[in-house]
């Protein structure tokens, strides 16, 4: 199938948009539940093995800095999710500006964390080495949610650029060093794989932003399909319209159309429950649908207790007549197995006729459907009504016997027969 090209309306970006906000609140809520389990943790921690945590501060306990930090930074972050939840309301879009403040302030939490223990160590070198360094990662890796490269990339540059000031800070960095852990070099590097992270995380993200357009532009396109041609028109067919492109135009092309009434219906209906009669209608119209979706066909509208389908449009068939002679015959066929035992017998009205007619989308700017128009669109009608006054159940014009070749099959010629609206008397055939 041809690629989707990524539709260029307001509609498309507006969803795109609450997506990518919904994705940014959800990496902020899992943000403030990781900082809420760190607190609980820290708190665990302290109660019940104090012993464990002054061995490693010197009987200096930092739960108190640390704890606030961590509530300070939970409480943010669902400040933040729920500004990101009034813009979804409003179906406005988060300024741009004020999502990389988040992310600055966000990637800073680990950075503050390390500056906190930092005062409790006697070696301060040892923090870069314990669990809050490893908070950068998961900020960074979280920034995929962010569906923006730019965005994961500044994530990375500002965990390496705070990383690598606060050990410059910290530490006294110096070129050469008999400690590794004090040189520039050692600390370069540990900042550079940050930023390197940042950037993957980025490549990632887009990556994932990319496939979320193409599906989202597939459904879209799909959905555009369906609002014109209709819930009832085949998968198959909805396929091959995605793959030329389901364009709004107004032109003049052959095509077959059938029209088919269910007899009786409406005076049968009196006698039911309404639940028989939705019943009963549901089944003969999957009978009918089926019928045409086989052949090549469209449902082009249901009318009551009957519908309107078209051969040979919007997708060109050579072969449109003699399809839609196979799939009325099909029907009745059909409908005769279904009424075997049935309470509620149906008789069928069927009329097929081909030729040009005027083919495209019509509609008001917030609500179009496809439909074809013209006179052999109001002659196949006819030709439907026309089954009530010789007592048939399909009749076809002289046309669509020419068009149909071998698979017009055996018929029953009635002549030039007088149709209401036209002058001049029509040469029908009755197949059934």
């Not at 965005?151 to 070129?175: I, P, Q």
């Not at 520039?184 to 794989?193: D, E, G, P, Q």
């Not at 509620?344 to 007619?357: E, F, T």
């Amino acid at each position: 199938m041809a690629d989707l090209a990524e539709p260029a309306d307001t509609t498309f970006q507006r969803l795109l948009n609450c997506e990518i906000l919904v994705s940014e609140r959800r990496r902020m809520l899992i943000l403030a539940a990781m900082q809420t389990l760190i607190f609980v943790l820290i708190l665990l921690a302290a109660s019940f093995a104090p012993g464990f945590v002054r061995s490693i501060y010197h009987d200096r306990l930092p739960e108190r800095a640390a704890l606030a930090a961590l509530s300070a930074f939970a409480a943010y972050e669902l400040f933040a999710a729920g500004l990101v939840t009034i813009f979804l309301r409003r179906g406005r879009n988060y300024p741009l500006l004020a999502r990389y403040a988040n992310a600055l302030v966000e990637t800073s939490f680990p950075t503050v964390l390390l500056y906190l223990l930092a005062g409790y160590l006697s070696a301060p070198a040892i923090i870069f080495g314990t669990w809050p360094a490893l908070l950068y990662f998961l900020f960074i890796i979280l920034s995929t949610l962010r569906l923006d490269f730019a965005l994961s990339a500044f994530t990375g540059a500002v965990a390496a650029v705070e990383l690598f000031a606060l050990a410059s800070v910290t530490l006294h960095l110096g070129w050469q060093t008999e400690d590794p852990s004090l040189s520039i070099n050692y600390h370069l590097t540990r900042s550079a794989v940050l930023l390197a992270a940042g950037l993957l995380a980025g490549s990632v993200g887009a990556t994932i932003k990319s496939h979320f357009r193409r599906a989202l532009a597939a459904a879209s396109a799909r959905d555009e399909v369906t609002n014109l041609f209709g819930q009832h028109v085949s998968p198959r067919v909805v396929e091959q319209l995605l793959a030329i492109g389901a364009a709004e135009l107004s032109e003049m092309r052959r095509v077959c159309v059938m029209f088919v009434d269910i007899r009786s219906f409406t005076a049968s209906a009196r006698s039911r429950t309404p639940a028989e009669v939705v019943e009963r209608l549901d089944d003969v119209f999957e009978i009918l649908v089926d019928a045409v979706d086989r052949h090549n066909g469209i449902v082009n509208k249901f009318l009551g207790d009957g519908l309107l389908a078209i051969f040979g449009a919007p997708i060109d068939d050579p072969l449109e007549a003699a399809n839609a002679v196979e799939a009325a015959r099909e029907m009745l066929s059909a409908i005769d197995a279904s009424n075997v035992g049935n309470p509620w017998p149906i008789r069928l009205g069927i009329g097929i006729h081909v030729g040009q007619a005027v083919a495209g989308t019509v509609g008001s700017p917030r609500r179009k459907e496809y439909t074809v128009i013209g006179d052999t669109v109001n002659l196949a009608s006819r030709l439907e009504s026309l089954n009530k006054e010789v007592g048939s159940q399909l009749i076809v014009s002289d046309t669509v016997r020419e068009a149909a070749g071998e698979a017009f099959g055996e018929a029953l010629p009635l002549g030039p027969f007088p149709v209401r609206g036209y002058e001049e008397p029509i040469i029908v055939w009755r197949l059934a």
